[in-house]
T-cell receptor, first 115, second 115 residues
């Protein structure tokens, strides 16, 4: 079975500052995908960033970047120049590619950006 | 814009009264998922359809059923809602399962209240 752990239930950051959200995971597969999803209050879940496990290069999407450490099974999200609109719940998720492919979510972290 | 639509956004039902939640998609994706998300928790997969093939999660109660009459629509039926079934129900779609680029696209959710 695969697991995703987000140990910090909530974080707060000042607008324009940088914040890092932590995530660790466990899987027996060698090939898989990792995602960070954002769910703003009362709004729908959207994909922030995606990382393929076979790629060593860390994914980057504008102000969002990841630090993917495959050996340590760590997948943290860095948000640079935080904006008020970044206030949301963030979920780390793992997709295995085996016969029973399934997206497994962490418990999520509530991020608040302070003006 | 291609999207995942859920109706209604808010549904109130009475204890034990059957209720149906609706999801439609214009993405022409092969896979449709239903998740249950309780307050400040991670989404929990109930089941999914790959085309017409139904895949139930082992721990999904029998009280939850699903129908997919065509590619575009998928329904979640709760036969006898209990107070513990009050939650946000998320519909998601993806092109396939377990391969590169397999992002799941989420609808806005239906918030179910059971009185």
């Amino acid at each position: 079975a695969q697991t995703v752990t987000q140990s910090q239930p909530e974080m707060s950051v000042q607008e324009a500052e940088t914040v890092t959200l932590s995530c660790t995971y466990d899987t027996s597969e060698n090939n898989y995908y990792l995602f960070w999803y954002k769910q703003p209050p009362s709004r729908q879940m959207i994909l922030v960033i995606r990382q393929e496990a076979y790629k060593q290069q860390n994914a980057t999407e504008n102000r969002f970047s990841v630090n993917f450490q495959k050996a340590a099974k760590s997948f943290s999200l860095k948000i640079s120049d935080s904006q008020l609109g970044d206030t949301a719940m963030y979920f780390c998720a793992l997709l295995n590619t085996g016969a029973n492919s399934k997206l497994t979510f962490g418990k999520g972290i509530t991020l608040s950006v302070r003006p | 814009d291609a999207m995942v639509i859920q109706n209604p956004r808010y549904q109130v039902t009475q204890f034990g009264k059957p209720v149906t939640l609706s999801c439609s998609q214009t993405l022409n994706h092969n896979v449709m998922y239903w998740y249950q998300q309780k307050s400040s928790q991670a989404p929990k997969l109930l089941f999914h359809y790959y085309d017409k093939d139904f895949n139930n999660e082992a721990d999904t109660p029998d009280n939850f059923q699903s129908r997919r009459p065509n590619t575009s629509f998928c329904f979640l039926d709760i036969r006898s809602p209990g107070l513990g079934d009050a939650a946000m129900y998320l519909c998601a779609t993806s092109r396939g399962v377990g391969y590169s680029g397999n992002e799941q696209f989420f609808g806005p959710g239906t918030r179910l209240t059971v009185l």
